[in-house]
């Protein structure tokens, strides 16, 4: 097996647990990684914004993945790349959500757009990205620099079917995913975890085989498909455990932390 110099790390669901709490036990994981001499990179579904309080603790230095790809940003939140969605299509993605009976956010630059603040999720995101959403009523009528566009639902019923018609009717047009249970993601078509993985290694110079990715969700799934040695954690789903290579323990139980000492340290 090649070396590991690389370990990309999803965040929600993977890197903190299920209260969005980054545990003593990764923290310490990151700086053995650091020793080691293996870079650490984070990605998620959150803007890259909601991700600014793990810079100091985790000591980031590589590049962060926001919006699953859509922006990439240094860790003093400067823009890398941007991918907003292609002009255009975000009216039929906000139509379609809304046929589905599903609640719509919006996200623009540092913005955050919502309909209503009162509705379910809007209060816990917004504790867990540490900035609050601004309300506005015509979600369609945002198309220009459009990042990421999400359908925010309970019925896990109405995420899958919102994601089959997403497929059938706007096909490679965007890239859509679920990112939580709950959530929803329509991004770029070329902005998603496989493409964090493009860009890390180019931007750091490091080879496919030598790149670590872990995480839960079927976002994850495109990174895991590009990198050597791919890890879901204990709280993924089987068919998200059935695409990795290893399995660790669950994000409430330290599964990050034991995913590194078991298998990224351990790698020769």
């Given amino acids: 097996m090649t070396p590991i110099r690389l370990l990309i790390s999803d965040v929600d669901g993977t890197l903190v647990t299920m209260e969005k709490r980054l545990t003593e036990a990764s923290v310490a994981a990151v700086g053995r990684l650091r020793e080691a ?3 650490f990179a984070v990605t998620s ?3 890259p914004r ?3 309080m793990l810079v100091d603790p985790l000591h980031l230095t590589t590049p962060i993945g926001g919006f699953n790809g859509g922006l990439m940003v240094d860790p003093t939140m400067a823009v890398l790349e941007e991918r907003p969605l292609p002009g255009g299509i975000a009216p039929e993605v906000v139509a379609l959500l809304e046929r589905h ?3 719509v956010w919006a996200y623009r630059g540092a913005e955050w757009f919502v309909r209503d603040k009162d509705r379910p999720h809007v209060d816990r995101e917004a504790a867990t990205v540490e900035f609050a959403p601004t ?3 015509d979600l369609g009528g945002l198309t220009d620099r459009v990042v990421k566009l999400v359908g925010v639902s309970d019925d896990h019923g109405a995420i899958q079917a919102a994601t089959d018609a997403a497929r059938e009717e706007l096909g490679d047009r965007v890239s859509a995913s679920a990112s939580q249970p709950y959530y929803l993601d329509f991004t ?3 902005a ?3 493409t964090v993985v493009a860009f890390l290694a180019d931007h750091l110079g490091v080879e496919a085989p030598e790149i670590a990715t872990i995480g839960d969700m079927p976002n994850d799934v495109l990174m895991f498909a590009r990198s050597g040695l791919s890890i879901a954690m204990g709280n993924a789903d089987r068919e998200v455990q059935r695409c990795a290579r290893r399995v660790t323990a ?3 139980d330290d599964g990050f932390a034991l995913a590194v000492e078991r298998f990224v340290l351990a790698a020769p």
């Fill in 250 to 252: 669950t994000n409430d």
């Fill in 101 to 103: 009976g599903l609640d």
């Fill in 192 to 194: 998603n975890k496989g």
């Fill in 37 to 39: 001499g293996i870079a």
């Fill in 135 to 137: 309300v506005r009523d």
């Fill in 188 to 190: 770029h078509p070329e």
């Fill in 45 to 47: 579904g959150r803007p």
């Fill in 50 to 52: 909601g991700m600014a």
